[in-house]
């Protein structure tokens, strides 16, 4: 909760710093909208990606949106990582709603089942519960049964206790939309509880002994909930399928793509006649005998992106046609440009991802994991919705270029002056936030909620045909 408040506060002080700033546009060079990530309540159950990665993005027609090992590429606000170096002890530095269900209500399912025909078998009381006229079967369904009947209030009770804590704070508010992403949360913690307490139960009718029971399954335990997915993370990062290309080698393409930018740009010069786009400026003297007007250009470039301006001395003088045509052809041509140096930025990107979703794969070999990818997935703060906000982003982008098309901005005299009056900005499109509805959760989280409905099928199965095998003696 506490973490959650803090994020709010961020974000809310953000925008106010961003609708000030827009407010001292006078320019349509000065447009530079900021998209930011509204930290999501839901983080509160599953706290996913809500502490990681980009939560700004600067969105300018002329540069391009990527990021670099989860950080914006100098352009972009970056929040603090909460997160390790060493990827065994990563795990343990966020508490959630989730985390306790993983980690807590798996051991207790495990402390409920461990017992349930290898301890009995000690007591002697399966003997005498099997001398009776009762299928064996019906035995197996009743002990799952005994055991989620006590289970489940504890979820039920948990989970609501979390709601009520959640609502009660006045920077949280919950919608029924949201409300009924709690709901399936339940379900799936439900299902997950589930399959603790049929492995648990397998154990038991695998071991002749109620404490050989608990110990194989504390361990297994420890090995699902902790130890199998940082060994998978771990793995992946030291021998990674996807090698990213180095920095240095896409500052290199991305500084060639530049030089084919300004190779196309003064081409196009040559051809109209202009050696350079200020030397085409006429100016002449005022009535009181004034001096000339000075004009010059200015570029600005690193190793990502260039931008370049144009400044005008005494501009109430200046035939500035020629320079409005030459920028119609020149700002639109570096947007296309932009985008071409983004599909290269984004690469070492899009590796990395690949990396992390086969690290993910690996980690769906655990339970424990593929309960932790569906609740991320359920509440939004899962990887793939982190990838929507910067996907969003950059349609927003593409928004805002087609609103200066629109506008013909780039040709007007108020892209580089406001000496005939500001430029109209105040129909510039306005990022909106998008909120997945139940149903595209529930379709995201799909897959993990079938294999957890898989492992209680074959568990189940499995306990049962063992049991019909079980010798008491």
Same mark, same amino acid.
């Given at each position: %909760?506490?973490?959650?408040?803090?994020? =709010?506060?961020?974000?809310?002080?953000?925008?106010r710093?961003?609708?000030?700033?827009?407010?001292?546009?006078?320019?349509?060079?000065?447009?530079?909208?900021?998209?930011? #990530?509204?930290?999501?309540?839901?983080?509160? &159950?599953?706290?996913?990606?809500?502490?990681?990665?980009?939560?700004?993005?600067?969105?300018?027609?002329?540069?391009?949106?990527?990021?670099?090992?989860? #950080?914006?590429?100098?352009?972009?606000?970056?929040?603090?990582?909460?997160?390790?170096?060493?990827?065994?002890?990563? %795990?343990?530095?966020?508490?959630?709603?989730?985390?306790?269900?993983?980690? *807590?209500?798996?051991?207790?399912?495990?402390?409920?089942?461990?017992?349930?025909?290898?301890?009995?078998?000690?007591?002697?009381?399966?003997?005498?519960?099997?001398?009776?006229?009762i299928?064996?079967?019906t035995?197996v369904?009743?002990?799952?049964?005994g055991?989620?009947?006590?289970?489940?209030?504890?979820? @039920?009770?948990? =989970?609501?206790?979390?709601?009520?804590?959640?609502?009660?704070?006045?920077?949280v508010?919950?919608?029924?939309?949201?409300?009924?992403h *709690?709901?399936?949360?339940?379900?799936?913690?439900?299902?997950?509880?589930?399959?603790?307490?049929?492995l648990g139960l397998?154990?038991?009718?695998? /071991?002749?002994?109620?404490?050989? /029971?608990? %110990? @194989?399954?504390?361990?297994?335990?420890?090995?699902?909930?902790?130890?199998?997915?940082?060994?998978?993370?771990?793995?992946?990062?030291k021998?990674?399928?996807?090698?990213?290309?180095?920095?240095?080698?896409?500052?290199?393409?991305?500084?060639?793509?530049?030089?084919?930018?300004?190779?196309?740009?003064?081409?196009?010069?040559?051809?109209?006649?202009?050696?350079?786009?200020?030397? /085409?400026?006429s100016?002449?003297?005022?009535?009181?005998?004034?001096?000339?007007?000075?004009?010059? /250009?200015?570029?600005?470039?690193d190793?990502?992106?260039?931008?370049e301006?144009?400044?005008?001395?005494?501009?109430?003088?200046?035939?500035?046609?020629?320079l409005?045509?030459?920028?119609?052809?020149?700002?639109?041509?570096?947007?296309?440009? !932009?985008?071409?140096?983004?599909?290269?930025?984004?690469?070492?990107?899009?590796? #990395?991802?690949?990396?992390?979703?086969f690290?993910?794969?690996?980690? #769906?070999?655990?339970?424990?994991?593929?309960?932790?990818? !569906?609740?991320?997935?359920?509440?939004?703060?899962?990887r793939?919705?982190?990838?929507?906000?910067?996907?969003?982003?950059?349609?927003?982008?593409?928004?805002?270029?087609?609103?200066?098309?629109?506008?013909?901005?780039?040709?007007?005299?108020?892209? &580089?002056?406001?000496?005939?009056?500001?430029?109209?900005?105040?129909?510039?499109?306005?990022?909106?936030?998008?909120? =997945?509805? =139940?149903?595209?959760?529930?379709?995201?989280?799909?897959?993990?909620?079938?294999?957890?409905?898989?492992?209680?099928?074959?568990?189940?199965?499995? !306990?049962?045909?063992?049991?019909?095998?079980?010798?008491?003696?």
């Amino acid at each position: %909760m506490d973490d959650h408040e803090k994020r =709010l506060v961020g974000y809310n002080t953000a925008i106010r710093e961003s609708q000030a700033e827009a407010k001292n546009w006078k320019l349509y060079t000065d447009i530079s909208a900021k998209v930011h #990530r509204k930290p999501n309540p839901l983080g509160i &159950f599953n706290i996913g990606m809500e502490n990681s990665g980009v939560n700004t993005v600067v969105v300018e027609p002329d540069k391009p949106i990527w990021t670099r090992d989860g #950080r914006s590429p100098g352009w972009g606000e970056t929040t603090q990582k909460m997160g390790a170096d060493n990827p065994f002890l990563a %795990m343990f530095l966020s508490v959630d709603v989730v985390f306790i269900f993983k980690i *807590v209500l798996s051991a207790l399912a495990i402390l409920f089942a461990y017992n349930t025909i290898s301890g009995e078998r000690e007591d002697g009381t399966l003997k005498l519960v099997l001398s009776n006229a009762i299928p064996r079967d019906t035995v197996v369904l009743g002990k799952y049964l005994g055991g989620m009947l006590s289970l489940f209030p504890i979820v @039920l009770v948990s =989970l609501i206790v979390a709601l009520l804590i959640a609502i009660s704070s006045p920077n949280v508010a919950f919608d029924g939309n949201d409300i009924a992403h *709690v709901v399936l949360i339940f379900a799936v913690s439900l299902l997950y509880v589930s399959t603790w307490y049929l492995l648990g139960l397998l154990l038991s009718v695998w /071991t002749k002994e109620a404490a050989t /029971t608990l %110990m @194989l399954s504390m361990f297994l335990w420890v090995i699902l909930t902790s130890v199998h997915a940082n060994v998978a993370t771990f793995a992946v990062t030291k021998f990674s399928p996807h090698k990213p290309d180095s920095e240095e080698k896409v500052f290199q393409q991305t500084a060639q793509l530049w030089d084919d930018f300004r190779k196309e740009r003064d081409d196009y010069l040559k051809k109209r006649g202009y050696d350079s786009p200020t030397k /085409t400026v006429s100016w002449r003297r005022d009535e009181k005998g004034r001096k000339r007007g000075s004009s010059g /250009t200015s570029s600005t470039s690193d190793r990502w992106f260039v931008t370049e301006s144009y400044r005008i001395g005494n501009i109430k003088y200046a035939d500035v046609s020629v320079l409005q045509e030459f920028l119609s052809y020149q700002e639109p041509l570096r947007i296309a440009y !932009a985008d071409r140096a983004e599909e290269i930025l984004r690469k070492p990107a899009d590796d #990395r991802a690949r990396n992390a979703r086969f690290a993910d794969l690996l980690s #769906r070999i655990s339970f424990a994991d593929v309960y932790h990818f !569906a609740v991320g997935a359920i509440a939004g703060t899962d990887r793939e919705s982190y990838n929507d906000f910067l996907e969003n982003s950059r349609a927003y982008k593409r928004e805002v270029v087609e609103y200066l098309k629109d506008k013909k901005a780039f040709s007007s005299r108020a892209w &580089f002056s406001d000496d005939q009056g500001a430029a109209d900005v105040k129909d510039l499109p306005v990022y909106r936030h998008q909120q =997945l509805s =139940l149903s595209e959760s529930f379709s995201r989280a799909s897959v993990d909620i079938l294999i957890l409905l898989a492992w209680n099928i074959v568990l189940f199965m499995v !306990a049962y045909v063992s049991f019909l095998r079980y010798e008491i003696s």
